[in-house]
């Protein structure tokens, strides 16, 4: 029974840091376009990601980026880059 309590407090504790990420990230942006989770990002296309930064922050890259398989990538210099990303929507120009 102490290994589930352990298990449900450590997802409780995730669910915590997703959940204040999410009000920060609504906070700093105007959500016109809706952010979706990194876990159905297309593989196609061109994407606005949001990595959680060392203090819990999260935060939307200023590049463009696109997925590779499991690997994301600079879609302006087309290197691999070393992110986990929270969140994703369409690149649009006007960044």
């Not at 609504?26 to 979706?36: G, N």
Request: proline share 4%; hydrophobic share 40%; net charge neutral.
């Amino acid at each position: 029974m102490q290994v589930k309590r352990a298990t449900i407090q450590r997802a409780i504790g995730y669910l915590h840091h997703f959940v204040w990420g999410v009000l920060i990230m609504t906070h700093i942006h105007s959500l016109s376009r809706e952010w979706l989770p990194v876990s159905i990002a297309p593989s196609v296309g061109d994407l606005e990601v949001c990595v959680m930064d060392y203090d819990g922050i999260v935060q939307a890259l200023g590049y463009p980026c696109h997925k590779n398989g499991a690997e994301w990538v600079d879609a302006s210099n087309k290197k691999h880059i070393d992110i986990q990303p929270t969140h994703w929507r369409k690149w649009t120009e006007s960044h």
